[in-house]
């Protein structure tokens, strides 16, 4: 399993509350949390998301493998708005587009329009592997480089299950959860992509500019590699009949939902889009989330247990509130 750096003794637990319809709820305060590490009390801070302790660090990661072509015509034109309604003002952000390998567009930048251009030059290199698992170890890692301080936020735009990663998905939820990654999945169906979009947003595979390769053990060793194209399977359409393919998508359909998994462990949300429109509001939802929770933290107390300790959070006096957090967090040894 790939190493990530040994956790500082702060544990950050942003907290996520809602109403039973979905509503946030502001205006508490750290005396109405009580956060528990293995059922034990924890004496608590909470900061609000506009400290200067809490800059976001963020990686997207962008699907983009044939199949995905016409969601790819919509996601190219979300960038612009990963700044204003995610990041913020003092966060930074990356994006990995994948499919049969890993390309970093930018690395961590708080410049819009080179944020923009990233997403603007995704392009698609193979039908339909596309290495989710791969490219989330691969954004842990680097998150896993930025401040302890950083709150670290992983976004995903790309089909909900895995097509052929090298790793599994319980090492990548491990690791989300050693480096303290919060993992917000925004899904779609290829074929409903497909079906809503027009024959103009599903054109033939190009060869890209070439954008930095990433190996699976070390990204950052390949920070000046160049990749020498995959032009296998570049003279298909993302429309080609392909009926062994067929087949085996509908063993993929059987394998396990990745980005509800993600999501779960880690404390983020799982969201889902077919519309640009739809997309939109997905990017401004999870925007809106991150800025409105609550950043709790912790020094944990001495502990002679190995292995992950689970974190609690109650609100008390909401009973009803819906409460979402890390579930569980790896003490520094």
């Known amino acids: 399993m790939p190493t990530l750096q040994a956790n500082v003794p702060l544990v950050l637990a942003p907290v996520t509350v809602t109403d039973k319809k979905g509503n946030f709820i502001d205006g508490l305060t750290v005396d109405d949390f009580r956060l528990t590490d293995e059922g034990k009390p924890q004496k608590i801070r909470m900061d609000t998301s506009d400290t200067v302790l809490a800059p976001v660090s963020l990686v997207v990661l962008i699907q983009a493998s044939g199949i995905s072509t016409p969601a790819l015509a919509r996601i190219q034109r979300v960038g612009g708005l990963i700044k204003p309604l995610v990041i913020g003002e003092r966060g930074q952000a990356a994006v990995i587009e994948f499919d049969d390998e890993l390309r970093l567009r930018t690395d961590f930048t708080a410049d819009s329009g ?11 290199r193979s039908l339909r592997t596309a290495r989710l698992i791969d490219a989330v170890i691969e954004g842990v890692k680097m998150l896993d480089t930025r401040a302890p301080n950083n709150r670290r936020v992983m976004l995903i735009l790309s089909e909900s299950r895995d097509r052929g990663s090298q790793m599994n998905l319980a090492a990548a939820v491990e690791l989300a959860q050693r480096a303290g990654v919060v993992v917000y999945p925004a899904t779609y169906s290829a074929a409903a992509s497909a079906f809503s979009s027009k024959s103009s947003d599903a ?7 070439d954008p930095v390769e990433m190996t699976t053990n070390n990204p950052a060793a390949n920070s000046g590699a160049r990749t020498s194209g995959n032009t296998a399977g570049t003279s298909r359409t993302a429309n080609s009949v392909d009926l062994l393919g067929g087949a085996r998508e509908l ?8 980005a509800d998994a993600l999501a779960r462990a880690t404390g983020g949300r799982h969201l889902s889009f077919v519309t640009l429109g739809a997309l939109e509001n997905v990017i401004s939802r999870a925007g809106e989330e991150i800025h409105s929770q609550y950043l709790l933290s912790f020094v944990p107390q001495a502990s002679g247990k190995d292995g992950p300790h689970q974190i609690q959070v109650a609100i008390p006096s909401r009973p009803d509130a819906v409460i979402r957090v890390r579930p569980r967090y790896w003490p520094q040894k």
């Open 203 to 209: 054109p033939s595979m190009p060869v890209p500019p």
């Open 251 to 258: 063993g993929r359909l059987g394998k396990a939902n990745a």
């Open 114 to 124: 080179a944020i923009g251009a990233a997403f603007m030059g995704t392009r698609s």
